[in-house]
């Protein structure tokens, strides 16, 4: 058997390591993965702004709490001043009373501020646990396909190492000549360097060559490198 003869083991285990690899960078986990990725940057948006409206919806409430607070005990000690004797003017007392009237008012209208601010924030509060959900479901997606592409990378690393190997046996008792030849011309035409001559016509292109270029490429040495003159590639004869 030819030099070239062996470069068709060598072309069949390239094809394959090519095909490894591609399946390798394209596995569907990696599509998937960008794909939830993508999902997760977006429900982690849409989360935030959730959190964002609850806690203005939180901080009103809160504030119009406090004011309510501060005018319930204001309320108290004006009422405390009504009733324990240390006023006995009438018209301070009617003051004091009117006083009391406006401050419990007022008390009143931020209490009830308060109850609308906690009444909008409910359904907030469940739109905010929904997010939660999808983004913690986005999360434990992105953790399970990212296991899968490792195993899926270190299954697919021993298999190309192991057609590795093999490769170097099969090319090693080529001539180097013929293998810079032969890898240069993978790069040239797609990965596919040698192909067989069947009658006249080559595997590679599937043209006829013409029977003149067909009888020198029969008449050169068995182990000399010869081309397809249409498409370039090594021929095996």
């Given at each position: ?12 285990l390239?094809?394959r ?9 394209t596995?569907?986990?990696r ?9 997760l940057?977006r429900a982690?948006a849409?989360?935030e ?11 009103s409430?809160k504030e119009a ?8 005990d ?7 001043a009504?009733y ?10 009617e003051s004091l009373q009117?006083?009391?009237r406006?401050?419990?008012?007022h008390?009143a209208?931020?209490?009830?501020q308060?109850i609308e601010?906690?009444?909008?924030a409910?359904?907030?509060e469940?739109?905010?646990a929904?997010?939660t959900?999808?983004?913690d479901?986005?999360v434990a997606?992105?953790?399970a396909?990212e ?18 190997q ?9 001539p180097a000549?013929v293998?810079?030849?032969?890898d240069g011309?993978r790069?040239q035409q797609?990965?596919?360097?040698v ?6 016509r080559?595997?590679?292109?599937h043209?006829?060559?013409p029977?003149a ?7 050169a040495?068995a ?15």
């Amino acid at each position: 058997m030819s030099s070239i003869d062996d470069l068709l083991a060598v072309q069949v285990l390239d094809t394959r390591i090519d095909q490894l690899r591609h399946q390798r960078a394209t596995m569907a986990q990696r599509a998937a993965l960008v794909a939830c990725v993508a999902d997760l940057v977006r429900a982690r948006a849409v989360l935030e702004e959730c959190a964002g409206r609850l806690k203005a919806l939180r901080s009103s409430q809160k504030e119009a709490e406090d004011h309510a607070s501060l005018l319930e005990d204001k309320a108290t000690e004006v009422n405390t001043a009504l009733y324990d004797g240390s006023i006995t003017s009438h018209k301070e007392l009617e003051s004091l009373q009117a006083e009391h009237r406006q401050l419990k008012e007022h008390q009143a209208q931020f209490e009830d501020q308060a109850i609308e601010y906690m009444e909008l924030a409910e359904p907030v509060e469940e739109e905010l646990a929904g997010c939660t959900v999808v983004v913690d479901d986005l999360v434990a997606l992105q953790a399970a396909l990212e296991a899968e592409i490792l195993v899926a990378e270190a299954e697919l690393d021993v298999q190309i190492a192991e057609q590795t190997q093999e490769r170097a046996d099969a090319v090693d008792g080529v001539p180097a000549d013929v293998v810079t030849l032969y890898d240069g011309l993978r790069k040239q035409q797609g990965g596919v360097a040698v192909a067989r001559l069947t009658g006249a016509r080559c595997d590679g292109c599937h043209l006829e060559i013409p029977s003149a270029e067909l009888e020198a490429i029969r008449r050169a040495p068995a182990d000399s490198a010869v081309t397809c003159p249409d498409c370039g590639r090594l021929l095996v004869r």
